[in-house]
């Protein structure tokens, strides 16, 4: 079965360099807030110097604040070794959990520029299913997207993970603007058909419970 | 409790043995595993901080000699890299703990005791 | 879709688009004109000449028939006429041998014995006894049938030295054609005498009419001239002149083939009747269209036509079924290869990010471990000193920077992750490539050199692209090095107009055996590591920009890869479309 690769490869690099950019963008923000305090330490350090002391214990936020931003900066960068090496990946058996939740957490800038706020409902265990990471995150993030545009005034947007018979399902609830037929124009575009292909899934609305679901199979078919 | 640090990383490892020192833990630090091995034939250490990526001998390459010359001592491995095939080979090596940088102090030192104890 | 649209096989089209020309192995619709053509011909020739040739062998069949039966009832016909003439000849010369015609003279029993033989032969009109002067002795017919006599001496002179003679048709008052028979009998007693007749041509049409063996046979007389001596049916009555341009037959029977004012063909057949200036013609048109070759091609075309067509079908449609398979497989391959391709760029991402984060996590180490001392001395109400204080704030800053160098050329590359094409200086993404390598250098003591001009042209590409060849090339040199080894990249211009960048490494080399491979796909030294794919691909990478990759090497002293690109007023100097 020949895959439209052009397509998939397209819409990978996109994704990875949106995502990169994301991660190096976030990253960047945490090291200007430690450059920032690194700063104030040394106002405090240069003042006191000059004569003027000052009590140690007024450094404690200054340090709190950049332990906080390291703590940040690690589950940055771990997420970004996860996603790297997603890439690597052939179909392995994954938790449809964990990597929804890498692809909310790589994608929280996007999200919070747009207003959004995510509410998690997953299944209460894994939800396994057999695929190759990277392109699972690829289909998961251009479905978020749309979600987003689909979630009308209210900005709650719903994340829900179902384990089936069959498989499993993930389905974007509460997309009030659903059904005023625009978004769905354009929705599943070729990335998404070729993803869709390619990940043995089937992509399906609801317009009265205004949902978006997504439905995998156990296993990939090859 | 007596405890050598690891690591090229110069800021680091120092920084790292004063926190030590501050909560009474004896640290002495090196820069290359070549230097390790060296001050490890002439001293003893309870546990051994390891980073995996160094120049020179790399991270299990000085755990192998510094367990040929000392079996009891304890490896405990502190590194950037991360890598799930690291860990097994360290683990499979005798390692006790594999800690990823940055580290919460206090964790390293719940770590330094469990492999003292266990 | 139209119907053509529907039947159009799709590697047709595909044909057109050159993406892939540089990986593609056929052009689909040449194979398939020449399969199709090809076979069609080797196939079809065959039948058609088959086809025609046993046209050509019946149509000879047909007219070597048609002249054997003309020529059959050519002479036939021509013997029953002689015969004919002959009997005549000898009843004349019978009754010519009653004395009564010489010891009489009496004209009155002369004609009671030619009008008895008149009755009794039928076929005489006249009966005339002549003497030697070419005196009427006797007449039967009190009416001089032919005219005026005198008019026509030679006979006399024929029928004296040949003792018989036949006439030309003429026309009797009547209008009806008549012609004379006269014989030279010599008599027991007395002088010869000549007997003359004239007869109804009625008889001679009806004798050689039935000879006639189909429809469109036509048998007459005709006398040297040309003249029609009795009718015909296609060209005219007696008197006529035949149209046809016959050939002289000076005796017995021939047979010719020419073509009538329509261009019809024509067998004849010319039989000479000895005694008499007449000719036979039997004349047959050869149209081999009728005689049942029509039907023959009726049927055989009804046959051959569909039979033809089907084959002309099957040969396409096996030839199209074929070259789609091939161009299936060769699309496959063309799949697996972009597929690959991707993964190989997604590979080299992939492991770029993987080596950013193990460098940045020692400087998050470093910043941690700082200000937790600064917190645990802060809790331990201890004395920080300032230059303990900005010791740790200096630490800080230095990570902070060492983390945003780090994160800075992530941020770059993956910006150029979208294919765009735009001018691009070398020397500063060959340095932004090398910070990935940096720390891997630092621990292995690899020192790496790059030596830039001063001002350098910029060439037209893909920075994405650019970046992987680089990164592939110095990937393998790294790997190629011992600890402690050494790479040197310079950049120069070459001609005004080409750019080169040499990477240089003092590794293990590769041997010259390996050397001939080491751009084949799939071609690895690394053992399982490798897919040996990189090089491949990178070499395609820089033919699709418009360069060109090179490498020397010995074993045991080095390699050097030499990638150049054109340098043209910035235009596009890429191939593949």
Same mark, same amino acid.
């Given at each position: ?12 690099? @996109? ?31 240069? %003042? ?95 479905? #978020? ?53 390619? %990940?043995?899934? @089937? ?20 | ?48 901080? #390891? ?15 510094? @367990? ?51 | ?22 990986? &593609? ?169 000549? %007997? ?86 039997? /004349? ?9 070759? !029509? ?24 030839? &199209? ?71 740790? /704030? ?5 990570? /902070? ?5 780090? &994160? ?22 060959? @340095? ?102 990189? %090089? ?12 060109? #990759?090179?490498?020397? !090497? ?5 390699? &050097? ?17």
């Amino acid at each position: 079965m020949s895959y439209n690769w052009e397509v998939i490869g397209q819409s990978g690099l @996109q994704f990875y360099g949106k995502m990169s950019a994301s991660i190096s963008h976030e990253f960047k923000n945490v090291l200007a807030i430690i450059n920032e305090n690194a700063g104030l330490l040394e106002d405090f350090t240069l %003042l006191a110097k000059k004569g003027r002391p000052f009590e140690l214990e007024r450094l404690n936020p200054v340090t709190e604040r950049v332990m906080k931003q390291v703590r940040r900066a690690d589950g940055i960068i771990k997420r970004m070794n996860t996603f790297a090496h997603s890439i690597d990946q052939s179909d392995t058996k994954i938790d449809l959990n964990e990597t929804l939740e890498l692809v909310v957490a790589l994608s929280e800038r996007f999200v919070a520029m747009r207003g959004v706020n995510i509410v998690k409902t997953f299944h209460p265990i894994p939800v396994m299913i057999t695929r190759r990471p990277f392109f699972l995150q690829n289909l998961i993030w251009l479905c #978020l997207n749309f979600a987003m545009d689909a979630v009308g005034d209210e900005k709650t947007l719903g994340l829900v993970t179902e384990e089936t018979k069959e498989g499993a399902r993930v389905i974007f609830t509460n997309l009030k603007a659903l059904t005023s037929g625009s978004p769905m124009d354009t929705f599943p575009a070729e990335q998404e058909k070729a993803l869709l292909s390619l %990940l043995n899934a @089937q992509l399906a609305t609801d317009l009265e419970a205004v949902e978006l679901i997504i439905t995998f199979a156990r296993d990939i078919r090859r | 409790m007596k405890v050598l640090l690891v690591d090229d990383e110069y800021e680091m490892v120092t920084t790292l043995a004063e926190r030590l020192h501050l909560r009474a833990i004896d640290a002495d630090f090196v820069f290359s595993g070549k230097d390790a091995v060296t001050l490890i034939m002439e001293e003893m250490y309870d546990v051994v901080v #390891l980073d995996m990526k160094m120049p020179g001998m790399s991270g299990l390459e000085t755990m192998e000699q510094i @367990q040929e010359i000392r079996p009891k001592t304890k490896i405990i491995f502190l590194t950037g890299h991360g890598s799930v095939a690291d860990c097994e080979a360290s683990k499979k090596h005798g390692a006790c703990s594999y800690l990823l940088k940055p580290v919460d102090i206090e964790v390293l030192i719940e770590k330094m005791c469990e492999a003292l104890t266990g | 879709m139209s119907l053509i649209d529907k039947i159009k096989p799709k590697f047709w089209a595909e044909s057109k688009s050159t993406d892939d020309s540089h990986i &593609t192995l056929f052009d689909y619709a040449g194979i398939w004109k020449y399969a199709a053509i090809g076979i069609s011909a080797i196939v079809i020739l065959p039948l058609i000449s088959l086809l025609l040739l046993y046209h050509y062998e019946h149509k000879e069949n047909l007219r070597n028939e048609l002249i054997r039966q003309v020529s059959c009832c050519s002479s036939n016909a021509g013997r029953s006429v002689a015969a004919f003439f002959s009997d005549r000849k000898t009843a004349l010369c019978f009754i010519a041998q009653d004395n009564r015609f010489t010891d009489a003279l009496d004209k009155k029993s002369i004609v009671e014995i030619l009008d008895r033989f008149k009755i009794a032969s039928g076929a005489f009109a006249d009966l005339e006894v002549i003497d030697l002067n070419n005196e009427t002795r006797a007449r039967l017919n009190p009416k001089d049938l032919q005219g005026k006599r005198s008019a026509n001496e030679g006979w006399l002179k024929e029928v004296n030295e040949k003792g018989a003679y036949v006439s030309d048709m003429f026309r009797d008052p009547d209008g009806d054609p008549h012609f004379l028979i006269a014989i030279r009998c010599k008599r027991s007693s007395g002088d010869p005498i000549i %007997l003359r007749a004239a007869m109804n041509a009625e008889t001679l049409n009806i004798l050689t009419r039935a000879f006639e063996f189909s429809s469109d046979v036509d048998t007459f007389l005709i006398n040297q001239e040309g003249i029609l001596q009795t009718s015909s049916h296609s060209y005219g009555n007696t008197f006529g002149k035949i149209p046809l341009s016959l050939i002289p037959v000076s005796r017995g029977f021939k047979v010719q083939e020419l073509e009538d004012r329509s261009g019809q063909p024509l067998i004849i057949a010319s039989a000479i009747i000895e005694g008499t200036p007449f000719r036979l013609m039997t /004349v047959a048109p050869f149209d081999y269209r009728v005689d049942g070759m !029509s039907y023959l091609s009726k049927g055989f075309l009804l046959l051959f036509i569909p039979g033809i067509l089907g084959v002309l079908i099957i040969v396409i449609g096996i030839v &199209t079924s074929l070259v789609s398979r091939i161009y299936e497989a060769d699309r496959t391959r063309v799949a697996v290869l972009h597929n690959i391709q991707y993964t190989n760029k997604m590979a080299s991402i992939g492991r770029l990010a993987a080596g950013v984060a193990h460098e940045i996590n020692n400087p998050l180490a470093i910043i941690n471990e700082k200000l937790g001392l600064l917190k645990d001395l802060i809790g331990l109400k201890k004395d920080v000193s300032h230059s303990k204080l900005l010791n740790i /704030v200096e630490s800080m800053l230095s990570s /902070v920077n060492r983390c945003s160098t780090v &994160t800075h050329s992530l941020l770059g590359f993956a910006k150029h992750i979208d294919v765009r094409f735009e001018a691009v200086h070398i020397g500063p993404v060959i @340095q932004e490539v090398l910070v990935f390598f940096k720390k891997e250098c630092e621990y292995r003591n690899i020192k790496v050199e790059l030596v830039t001009p001063e001002s350098l042209p910029s060439i037209e590409c893909d920075l994405g692209q650019i970046e992987q060849v680089f990164f592939n090339i110095i990937n393998n040199a790294i790997a190629a090095v011992d600890n402690g080894g050494k790479i040197e990249i310079e950049l120069s211009t070459v001609e005004p107009e080409m750019l080169s960048i040499r990477i240089r490494d003092d590794g293990c080399g590769i041997s010259a055996e390996n050397l001939r491979h080491i751009f084949d796909p799939f071609f690895s030294t690394k053992g399982e590591k490798g897919s040996g794919l990189g %090089l491949s691909i990178t070499y395609g990478i820089v033919q699709k920009l418009g360069g060109n #990759l090179d490498v020397k !090497s010995k074993k045991g002293e080095g390699t &050097t890869f030499i990638v150049s690109f054109p340098v043209k007023n910035g235009e596009i100097q890429h191939r593949g479309g």
